[in-house]
Antibody, heavy 121, light 107 residues
Framework: EVQLVQSGAEVKKPGESLKISCKAS????????IGWVRQMPGKGLEWMGI????????IYSPSFQGQVTISADKSISTAFLQWSSLKASDTAMYYC??????????????WGQGTLVTVSS | EIVMTQSPAALSVSPGERATLSCRAS??????LAWFQQKPGQAPRLLIY???TRATGLPARFSGSGSGTEFTLTISSLQSEDFALYYC?????????FGQGTKLEIK
């Protein structure tokens, strides 16, 4: 059974760093892209970036380039999303999602349960 | 970045009736359009891809149509479990972008 299990909720102060995780199981971790999606409180969904764990090739959305770092450790089948200096505007739910091929495009077929990040002084 | 606009923002429909949700792209996305359903406290779920292909296991009461810039998701006979948030998403150009969502409510 495919599962993506994310790390738990975080409460941080502005300026602090943070790294959240997404552990995959039930499939070959290196064979599928994994992406991160932000959902701000009461708002819609935004793709932040995607990574191919086999070679760690990463593609960021322009809106998030330079704001976050996406990485993966294939030895532990885990993808990561990290911030070096959090802002209050980073308060959101963050989902990881596996992207599978539908036709010639990658679309998310399995999702993590979400990690709520709250940034407040 | 391609902007996706959904309408209406909220839709009240009675169980058993038909619901029609619309999605417009700021430029042509061909048929590279997907629909997702999200229920409170849950991650989104892929419903439709390629504008009209149902994901595995999706009931036939869900159908998608359209191409280019105008798309529609139709739910032919609403069941209680269908009341949720629905998002369209284009995957023609990176970054893939979502609409702001349509909340389907029980009337």
């Amino acid at each position: 059974e495919v599962q993506l299990v994310q790390s738990g909720a975080e409460v941080k102060k502005p300026g602090e760093s943070l790294k959240i995780s997404c552990k995959a199981s039930g499939y070959s971790f290196t064979s599928y892209w994994i992406g991160w999606v932000r959902q701000m409180p009461g708002k819609g969904l935004e793709w932040m970036g995607i990574i191919y764990p086999s070679d760690s090739h990463t593609i960021y959305s322009p809106s998030f380039q330079g704001q976050v770092t996406i990485s993966a450790d294939k030895s532990i089948s885990t993808a990561f999303l990290q911030w070096s200096s959090l802002k209050a505007s980073d308060t959101a739910m963050y989902y990881c999602a596996r992207r599978n091929l539908y036709g010639n495009a990658g679309l998310p077929d399995y999702w993590g349960q979400g990690t709520l990040v709250t940034v407040s002084s | 970045e391609i902007v996706m606009t959904q309408s209406p923002a909220a839709l009240s429909v009675s169980p058993g009736e038909r619901a029609t949700l619309s999605c417009r792209a700021s430029q042509s996305v061909s048929s590279n359009l997907a629909w997702f359903q999200q229920k409170p406290g849950q991650a989104p779920r892929l419903l439709i891809y390629g504008a009209s292909t149902r994901a595995t296991g999706l009931p036939a009461r869900f159908s998608g149509s359209g191409s280019g810039t105008e798309f529609t998701l139709t739910i032919s006979s609403l069941q209680s479990e269908d009341f949720a948030l629905y998002y369209c998403q284009q995957y023609y150009n990176w970054p893939d972008t979502f609409g702001q969502g349509t909340k389907l409510e029980i009337k």
